[in-house]
Nanobody, 127 residues
Framework: VQLVESGGGSVQAGESLILSCDLS??????????MGWVRQAPGKDREAVAA????????QYAESVQGRFAISRDVGKNTLNLKMNTLKPEDTAMYYC????????????????????WGQGTQVTVS
């Protein structure tokens, strides 16, 4: 497994969580990549919620999380993070870290099918 997520859990509506994705087995800085967070709720299709290029460029967010979630990369720790604020019950899902080698994130980065490398996921439950 090249991408390893952590930080999921069960929280109350309105609370916050920070998800982290260990990139050390996948990304060493020798190439550029588009990184994203994708979630899948029971019975629903995968939804890409945020994307970020490893070498700059703007972030992208799904409308469902715009203004509440923030994607970032910690270069020193070689992690990709997702800060989730004001969580809602509809945010309940398995959250996956995903990646694809690319110079930057294109518009397709908010389509889950864009990504070619996936982690195993971390569960987020909001009640």
């Amino acid at each position: 497994v090249q991408l390893v997520e952590s930080g999921g859990g069960s929280v109350q509506a309105g609370e916050s969580l920070i998800l982290s994705c260990d990139l050390s087995k996948y990304f060493s800085g020798r190439f550029k990549a588009c990184m994203g967070w994708v979630r899948q709720a029971p019975g629903k299709d995968r939804e890409a919620v945020a994307a970020l290029g490893t070498h700059g460029g703007s972030t992208q967010y799904a409308e469902s999380v715009q203004g509440r979630f923030a994607i970032s990369r910690d270069v020193g720790k070689n992690t990709l993070n997702l800060k989730m604020n004001t969580l809602k019950p509809e945010d309940t899902a398995m959250y996956y870290c995903a990646a694809r080698i690319a110079a930057s994130c294109p518009g397709d980065a908010l389509h889950a099918s864009y990504y070619t490398v996936w982690g195993q996921g971390t569960q987020v439950t909001v009640s």
